[in-house]
């Protein structure tokens, strides 16, 4: 009896310690290699197509798409004035790529061909499609709507659906997956709950003590949002039963976007941070480690195989002492950043 409690105690141990050493496994991250690629243009959401192992870049007035096991060039989509976003629908086999001038630039897959251009409301942003309605939906941020449109759509006859108000300007959005999209309201600290298939606001739910928020991301299974907030500078964890805020992180300045990836959830920063948080046993939210990536790098997508994390920057030219607005990226320094775990 007395060996059997001793065999059980240190069964115990051993698991305790296993888990221990798994959780702290998950906040080992860091940049493993850096794909130095060049090309002109700036660079907004990076989107992965992990089955392919593809990256698609919006660089202001072209798309790059990139082996993202080599770093090398496969194809560049032209035909675009300021874009913003890619998503993907691979039943469709096709790309929506959101472009700021007022247009969804439509392309093949496999070719990676622009098949069409649709008109749509300017400022047209982020981008995302959403498997439970079929639909491609993008975000007007000076409009204030959110435009959804079918991927099956004629690329030169076709249009957008009648958009939906918002009642504030949209920076990103995410899906549950069950009907229901949250968008975020930078300029009203909101994110908006949109039912798609009423296709109306069922309601706006404060991001306090956050402030500005911009990157959205969600964890569908435990239903929580993910919002990366510039102004205070947070990361707000909140239900999506009912918008209570859970939990508000610190986190670097210039944060562009937010994933979440297994039981961790990253918030991409301008400053050179890449902030990981993750969740206790007993329910409480930390930052669990930051990661130092080069300045600039503010959006990213994650391989949820590899989760290895992409983030796109450049090299930046000093600015000047008391100068304000967006450093200039030098000529040809476009790269992408790869932070793996380990």
């Given at each position: ?58 660089r202001s007035t072209h798309t790059m798409v990139i ?276």
């Open positions: 009896m007395h060996s059997r409690n001793i065999s059980v105690g240190l069964l115990i141990a051993v698991v305790s310690f296993t888990l221990s050493a798994r959780v702290a496994a998950q906040s080992n991250w860091a940049v493993e290699k850096t794909f130095h690629i060049g090309g002109d243009g700036g660079m907004d959401y990076v989107t992965l197509d992990a089955k392919n192992h593809r990256l698609y870049v919006p082996d993202a096991d080599s770093g090398k060039t496969i194809a560049d989509i032209p035909g675009q004035k300021h874009n913003h976003g890619v998503a993907l629908v691979p039943e469709a086999g096709r790309g929506f790529i959101s472009d700021g001038s007022g247009a969804v630039v439509i392309f093949d897959l496999k070719t990676n061909a622009v098949l069409g251009t649709i008109a749509a409301q300017p400022d047209a942003d982020g981008v995302i499609f959403d498997k439970a309605s079929g639909l491609v939906l993008v975000v007007s941020g000076d409009n204030g709507v959110l435009m959804t449109l079918k991927p099956d759509v004629d690329p030169k006859t076709g249009s957008i659906d009648a958009p939906i108000d918002l009642g504030g300007k949209p920076e990103f959005l995410a899906s549950d997956g069950a009907g229901k999209v949250y968008i975020n309201l930078e300029d009203k600290n909101q994110v908006a709950v949109v039912d798609i298939k009423a296709r109306k606001v069922l309601a706006h739910w404060p991001v306090a003590p956050g402030g500005s928020p911009v990157g959205l991301s969600i964890d569908t299974a435990k239903r929580r949002l993910f919002i990366g907030c510039r102004n205070p500078q947070k990361l707000i964890v909140m239900s999506t039963d009912d918008g209570k805020v859970l939990a508000d992180l610190p986190i670097g300045a210039g944060v562009d976007a937010t994933k979440f990836d297994g039981h961790q959830a990253f918030a991409s920063c301008r400053d050179g941070k890449l902030n990981v948080a993750g969740e206790s046993a007993s329910g409480k939210f930390d930052i669990v480690q930051t990661v130092t990536t080069p300045a600039g790098a503010k959006t990213m997508d994650i391989d949820p195989e590899t989760h290895r994390v992409y983030l796109p920057t450049a090299e930046f030219e000093e600015q000047k002492p008391g100068a304000t607005g967006r450093p200039v990226a030098k000529p040809g320094t476009f790269m992408i950043v790869v932070v793996g775990r380990h």
